[in-house]
């Protein structure tokens, strides 16, 4: 038999070989439907349609349309030489499939009907509106044929017509064939569990394989198969949470265990009826699909209502009554407006003290995303961080923080009077460009303050996950670690670009909540005690524990998340995410405060409402969109460094040129190249303490000659109206997320190409002298890149305590308000200053875009590097910075007469002198 041309090396995910498959079996038809029967090309063509049918019953088996009924049908069809047929047939399936409009309600001429009637073709509309919302229903367990068929009839006919969710069945044998159903489709919304499933698949072939290396690491083969059933759930919790599950048994309710009750939505009995199994299905459902506020909204803004508060445009009174703003009006419609309102009550909710309907929807976010508790934030992800910060910092906590993180934390920390260490990541020189903090240095820092016996100050280690330009922790590497050395650590993960990560298995094993249940489980296990006994045994005399203490330690995780930026919300729409052992007995009340004074009185109800249909979303298909955001994500990646044109001038970097090969224990250098295809990202993400998220697509234009800023305004959004993220000095980043379409993705290659072109014709019509020019150009982008400093050090006069490395960042900021205590010294000049012995100490923070974070912080030492590095920018846009005037820096007086920094905290220079005076 002939192989067919899809392979797993050149697919990205199972999506992708299903349609190339399907797409390969149309054109085979097509050629077979043509070919005079008996001559070679019609056997030729004849092998590959078998060959690809034989591929499609390995992956079809996992999905109820067109389902594996229906592909033995087209094989049946095929067997009796009636090609034409198969062609109609198949070209119906990839019509549906690739519209979508099977969950349209467009089917084949009605459900299975080709298995009654294997000559029957053709698309039919059903009764299922648009409106109505399609789903499929994951049955495990072995049965018969027959008793599939009985199983389908009588779950079809107990269907109500009018009912607005509507599903069909997939049926597998085994305990790998459930995960693996689970893996590839993304519909399934529903799982049944009959009794205990046998756990090995007969199904697993060479092409899917690659495809479901999470599934296949579980091995649960000598496990009794009346086991297995509720180890099913446990496993369906842990890859599919947001999903739907029910076990039907036979065991005694006695002796079923807490875990299977905890892990099924419902447990059935073999005699009981097929009906309420059906009305559970549908009641799980509909209950994900509450949208408390939201829906409180909607239903307030049909109410008729007078309005004698405040917003004269809540009902749009003010505006389409309006002679001169009517056009406002016409563009948002009427419906923002009647749903723009002050009140809190009337069906509606207040957000700073909820009770109703947000309170609903802030507990069914936590619970989608994986939380203890959930906040929803109103201004963005900048709020959330001083919220989380001033509710668990004081005056006087240390908190360990990258230097190059967003620079709410900065202000925050200076709100919260908690002094900043100042953690480096590694710099990635030549794309200007840093990455992240290795866990070597955090743990370097943590026992440097251990060591001079002031560990007790650390309060919290405060990190980007995932940074502007996708690197990614190893979070449960860096916890454990870190909790081993400080158990009582408060971790702040900043995921801001980061929210679409918990509906994936590869992505969420990096976030906050989900290592934070992880931890807290392991740790309150018998289990984990006695590996730490058994760890404490083995150790030298003298040597530390290097595993977390379980009598001690302590998961206190919060994660921020600007679930605008990846996910569907308004502008400014964020989330805090919690799982704190303390919050109820430690922080809730510190944390209603900072709350409170962070938060608005006026929130906006759009934003909100947006947060909680994004919620409802994400439950339903969030792992169908961020797997397609990272397939469009790796197309890209693929067709810009393949394309011989586009690859003459850009370059999109890889997993080795953004993670230097010692954070890299799997030996992953790429995701993709032309000669072995697409390398599976799964191992990385577990194991190497950084991976890159591939949806964060950096591109050097260096190539061209063209520095970062001048490509991203002059090229992409003046030509062509392109939005991207961020600009380096030769780079910019691109990224895919949940919205991103395949034309899209066309419309940026087209720009590419366009300008690729125009670059080509404009390097041909160069002389010799500018030729030379251009190239000087290029080497300077490409080679004569500015050195990335390091933070240098605070001054001694705004030292968090003696030997700590933190700084006074608050008095710092507040004495700069100080006209006379400030100066400014042309840039140009600073070198020379040195050369005369002076300490420059900053007192402002500096902030150039590109690379968008503070080079220099209030009370921090001002250092060649830091001069040398902007000097050589060429960017227009630093905050802090007004070149007219030069850098703000703090007078030789004022540093003279800051207080004194000493053991017992801050004392007067007069207070030391007499002191002095009288020893």
């Given amino acids: 038999m002939a192989k067919i041309k899809p392979t797993t090396a050149l697919h990205i995910n199972i999506g992708q070989l299903r349609i190339d498959t399907w797409n390969y079996l149309k054109n085979e038809a097509t050629k077979l439907a043509t070919a005079e029967k008996g001559t070679p090309a019609c056997k030729k063509h004849l ?189 369906i919790r842990q890859f599919r949470p947001e999903l739907n599950t029910y076990y039907i048994t036979d065991t005694a309710l006695t002796h079923l265990k807490d875990s299977t009750l905890n892990n099924f939505n419902r447990i059935f009995y073999r005699k009981e009826d097929v009906q309420e199994l059906h009305l559970s299905i549908i009641g799980g459902i509909r ?184 690197l990614v922790y190893n979070v449960e590497k860096v916890m454990e670690e870190v909790l081993a050395i400080k158990p009582d650590m408060i971790f702040l993960w900043d995921e801001a670009w980061f929210a679409f990560a918990g509906f994936t298995y590869t992505y969420k094993q990096r976030t906050g909540m989900f290592v934070a ?80 004074t962070h938060t608005s009185t006026s929130p906006n109800y759009q934003i909100l409402a947006s947060l909680d249909a994004g919620r409802r979303q994400v439950q339903f298909e969030g792992y169908e969109l961020v797997e397609k955001s990272i397939e469009m994500a790796m197309v890209m990646r693929a067709k810009i460094n393949d394309h011989p044109l586009l690859k003459k001038y850009f370059e999109v970097l890889t997993i080795k040129d953004l993670i230097p090969s010692e954070f890299r224990g799997t030996g992953i250098t790429e995701y993709y190249s032309p000669k072995d295809g697409w390398t599976r990202m799964e191992e990385a993400w577990s194991k190497d303490e950084f991976a890159l998220d591939p949806t964060k697509i950096t591109l050097s234009v260096g190539k061209a000659g063209i520095d970062g800023d001048t490509f991203k305004n002059e090229y992409l959004m003046n030509q062509f109206n392109l939005q991207i993220n961020k600009t380096s000095r030769n780079t910019v980043l691109l990224m895919t997320n949940i919205g991103t379409t395949r034309s899209s993705v066309a419309y940026l290659m087209n720009a590419l190409l366009i300008i690729a072109k125009q670059l080509d014709e404009n390097f041909r019509s160069l002389n010799q002298k500018e030729l030379e020019i251009a190239e000087k150009r290029i080497h300077s982008l490409m080679k004569e890149y500015p050195p990335l400093p390091d933070f240098s050090h605070f001054h001694h006069a705004f030292q968090a305590g003696p030997g700590i490395p933190g700084g006074n960042i608050r008095a710092a900021y507040f004495l700069s308000y100080h006209e006379d205590e400030c100066e400014y010294i042309p840039l140009e000049n600073c070198l020379d200053t040195f050369k005369d012995g002076r300490e420059l100490v900053s007192a402002s923070f500096v902030i150039p875009y590109p690379p968008g974070f503070p080079v220099l912080v209030p009370g921090q030492v001002v250092s060649e590097e830091i001069i040398h590095f902007m000097l050589a920018l060429d960017v227009t846009e630093i905050h802090g910075f007004r070149p007219e005037l030069g850098l703000k820096i703090f007078t030789a007086s004022a540093i003279s007469n800051r207080d004194i920094v000493t053991g017992n905290g801050l004392v007067k220079k007069e207070a030391m002198k007499a002191i002095a005076n009288k020893n």
Avoid at 518 to 544: V, W
Avoid at 572 to 596: L, N
């Fill in 47 to 235: 092998d590959l349609v078998e060959g690809s049918l034989k591929q499609l019953s390995n992956i079809e088996r996992y999905f109820a349309f067109p389902g594996f009924p229906n592909l033995m049908s087209l094989k049946d069809t095929c067997k009796q030489g009636e090609y034409v047929s198969l062609l109609r047939k198949t070209n119906d399936v990839v019509q549906l499939l690739v519209s979508d409009a099977y969950r349209n309600g467009a089917t084949l001429d009605g459900v299975n009907d080709w298995v009654k009637n294997s000559k029957k073709s053709g698309i039919k509309k059903t009764d299922i509106a648009a409106e109505k919302n399609y789903f499929e229903v994951l049955f495990v367990e072995d049965l018969s044929e027959i008793a599939e068929a009985e199983l389908r009839q009588r779950l079809q006919e107990i269907q109500d017509k009018d009912e607005q969710f509507v599903y069909r069945l997939i049926v597998v044998p085994s305990f790998q064939d459930a995960l693996i159903a689970l893996s590839f489709n993304h519909n399934i919304q529903s799982v049944v569990v009959r009794y205990g499933p046998v756990f090995h698949s007969k199904h697993i072939t060479p092409l899917i394989q690659p495809f479901i290396e999470n599934a296949l690491k579980i091995d649960l083969s000598e496990q009794l198969e009346s086991d297995l059933g509720p180890l099913l759930g446990q496993y």
């Fill in 287 to 470: 209950e994900r699909f509450k949208t408390p506020f939201f829906s409180a909204l909607v239903d307030y803004s049909k109410k008729p209502t007078g309005v004698f508060h405040a917003m004269p445009v809540s009902r749009g009174n003010s505006v389409f009554k309006s002679n001169w703003i009517k056009d406002f009006g016409r563009f948002y419609g009427r419906n923002m407006f009647l749903a723009e309102t002050s009140s809190t009550t009337g069906g509606l909710d207040s957000l700073l003290q909820p009770t109703g309907p947000l309170k609903k929807a802030q507990e069914m976010a936590a619970k989608a995303y994986g939380s203890e508790h959930t906040f929803f934030v109103t201004n963005g992800t900048s709020t959330a961080n001083k919220i989380v910060q001033q509710a668990l910092v004081e005056p006087g906590d240390v908190v360990f923080i990258d230097r190059d993180c967003h620079k709410s934390h900065h202000y925050g920390l200076v709100l919260a009077g908690a002094f900043p260490v100042y953690l480096d990541s590694y710099p990635i020189q030549e794309y200007s460009m840093y990455g992240a903090v290795p866990l070597k240095v955090i743990k370097e820092k943590l026992l440097e303050m251990k060591a001079i016996g002031k560990l007790d100050m650390v309060k919290m280690l405060l990190l980007t996950n995932c940074t502007f330009d996708g």
């Fill in 517 to 596: 249940k992880k931890l807290y489980t392991k740790y309150h296990s018998e289990a984990y005690k006695h590996e730490y006994e058994k760890h404490l045994k083995s150790l030298a005399e003298g040597e530390t524990a290097t595993l977390p203490d379980p009598d001690k330690v302590k998961i206190r995780v919060y994660s921020t998340q600007s679930t605008h930026k990846t996910l569907s919300s308004f502008r400014q729409g964020s989330m805090i995410h919690i799982w704190d052992e303390d919050f109820q007995r430690k922080t809730t009340d510190a944390f209603h405060e900072a709350y409170m």
